[in-house]
């Protein structure tokens, strides 16, 4: 190949790079070509500093503010739906009879017992006894309930005693449903179970505690929080009383990772809080290929108040690597659910791209010349 053919060809090859450069194709935009943007729409760039405020996210769910106490224990007392066992212990007169049923002899002294069939407690908490009456037991220990039973006997059996033991129905449980492993029934005893253990005894959540959110309802109040939150002394971790519910939701809270890192994923809170620093570590880093440490970039958006209303603003925060101030920044700066971290190219990134290209195109011709002894 003639020296002015050569010339030309590469002249093409060039010319060719050099018009398709600014088509590369590129996996994320440079710093300036987010910020440029961004500002001709009016859309808020923050650098981030020690002192930048984390905002909040408008799309950020938020638990409920927890109003529900320690609930009154109830494992000692009769409920509607408990099985009782009363006996009847008379001396003298017997009005009821021995224990085989049969009924005392008339005129002569002497002691009796007679346990009565299992009684079920109604929802009214009243139970029909023989001679006492219409007693109501609910809410009632089996001590007072005996009490009752006894003043209703009076004046019809001689020196009665009564002793009542009982059996828990339902009422003495809390139901626990959703994301756990043995949802149902549980059983309240005399030991007050709280929150944490009726969720072990329900074989606990089947997903992480990060994602998993608890509900408790107590009547018309509900309480919400993250599981992961919950510890044995925390104040949320309340006495259960029969009647409450609990539920397990999975609700995974996230961000996105996008760009020139390491790895673009989407990075699940694993506990309450996720600082940036967190987040760039568990996307692996920078890519040193490709990334630009200056342009680190979170998008979010945020609820504020703008003359006494609230509003959604679209705001893009900025951290610079290569300033030692952004690495104590980003140890501060909270991330919110839902955000998004783009890592910027850096702008020789195209420039790289372009030298490729370019040798791309004049290898074959470096190959022709080597071969053909040219």
């Known amino acids: 190949m003639k020296p002015a053919i050569r010339t030309l060809a590469l002249t093409m090859g060039l010319s060719l790079a050099l018009g398709a450069c600014a088509g590369l194709p590129s996996s994320a935009p440079t710093a300036s070509q987010v910020v440029g943007p ?26 409920q503010p927890w109003t529900i106490a320690d609930g009154a224990p109830a494992a000692g007392v009769i409920l509607p739906g408990d099985l009782l066992t009363v006996t009847v212990f008379e001396v003298g007169y017997s009005l009821f009879g021995g224990s085989d049923g049969s009924p005392g002899e ?12 299992p009684i079920r407690v109604p ?27 006894e003043r209703g006997l009076r004046g019809k059996s001689q020196f009665p005693q009564v002793v009542i033991a009982f059996e828990p129905g339902a009422g003495h449980s809390v139901v626990i449903d959703g994301e756990v492993d043995k949802p ?63 539920e397990l939701s999975k609700e995974v809270r996230s961000v996105t990772v996008l760009g020139a890192a390491r790895s673009v994923s989407e990075i699940a809170f694993d506990r309450s809080e996720l600082t940036l620093d967190q987040a760039l570590a568990r996307a692996g880093g920078l890519n040193d290929d ?19 209303q609230w509003v959604e603003r679209p705001v893009i925060y900025r951290l610079n690597l290569l300033a030692p101030s952004g690495y104590f920044a980003a140890q501060r700066f909270q991330m919110r659910e839902r955000d998004i971290m783009l890592v910027a190219n850096a702008k020789t990134n195209n420039l790289k791209k372009f030298i490729e290209m370019v040798n791309q195109i004049a290898s074959p011709v470096v190959t022709a010349k080597v071969v053909g002894g040219i």
């Open 123 to 149: 929802e009214s908490g009243q139970i029909d006894f023989p001679y006492a009456g219409r007693i109501g037991v609910a809410g009632l220990t089996p001590v007072a309930a005996a009490g009752r039973v």
């Open 38 to 63: 961004a500002q001709a729409d009016n859309i808020t760039v923050i650098d981030i500093v020690p002192g930048t405020p984390s905002g909040a996210a408008a799309r950020q769910s938020e638990p």
């Open 184 to 246: 149902g029934r549980v059983q309240l005893s005399e030991a007050g179970e709280r929150l944490l253990d009726v969720i072990a005894l329900a074989g606990g959540s089947k997903a992480r505690g990060a994602d998993t959110v608890v509900k408790l309802t107590r009547g018309g109040n509900v309480g919400m929080a993250r599981l992961g939150e919950i510890g044995a002394a925390d104040p949320r971790n309340v006495v259960l009383t029969p009647g409450d519910h609990v």
């Open 290 to 308: 490709k990334a630009d440490p200056t342009g680190v970039f979170i998008f979010r958006i945020e609820r504020r108040e703008e003359a006494g």
């Open 106 to 117: 008339t005129g002569r002294a002497r002691g009796s017992t007679r346990t009565f069939p």
